[in-house]
Nanobody
Framework: QVQLVESGGGLVQAGGSLRLSCAAS????????MGWFRQAPGKEREFVAT????????NYTDSVKGRFTISAHNAKNTVYLQMNGLKPEDTAVYYC?????????????????WGQGTQVTVSS
């Protein structure tokens, strides 16, 4: 069992930056692929970024490439999402997820554990 707790969300102006954190507890952290997803009001949850369990492979949805960076500090059991150049369309609840696999890709169904989410609001 893995417990995930996100933090770092908030209100920011367009062009600004935020860093989201996801603190993991429970089973061995470095044996899980980690992902970030987001869900805007009235929309389905969508993939943002993912990282393999040895941090060697990362993937991003096209709309955030060059602006967002996923990283991990294994000793702290924490995954981060650095978000730069934020746009109003990035406004959503952001969720951290873990998959009991080396690399789990972009599908929501591939992930086994989820955090409660943190709100990110970008004003224009």
């Amino acid at each position: 069992q893995v417990q995930l707790v996100e933090s770092g969300g908030g209100l920011v102006q367009a062009g600004g930056s935020l860093r989201l954190s996801c603190a993991a507890s429970g089973r061995t952290f470095n044996r899980y692929a980690m992902g970030w997803f987001r869900q805007a009001p009235g929309k389905e949850r969508e993939f943002v970024a993912t990282m393999s369990w040895n941090n060697s492979i990362t993937n991003y949805t096209d709309s955030v490439k060059g602006r967002f960076t996923i990283s991990a500090h294994n000793a702290k059991n924490t995954v981060y999402l650095q978000m730069n150049g934020l746009k109003p369309e990035d406004t959503a609840v952001y969720y951290c997820a873990a998959a009991n696999a080396y690399n789990s890709g972009s599908s929501v169904s591939n992930y086994d554990y989820w955090g409660q989410g943190t709100q990110v609001t970008v004003s224009s």
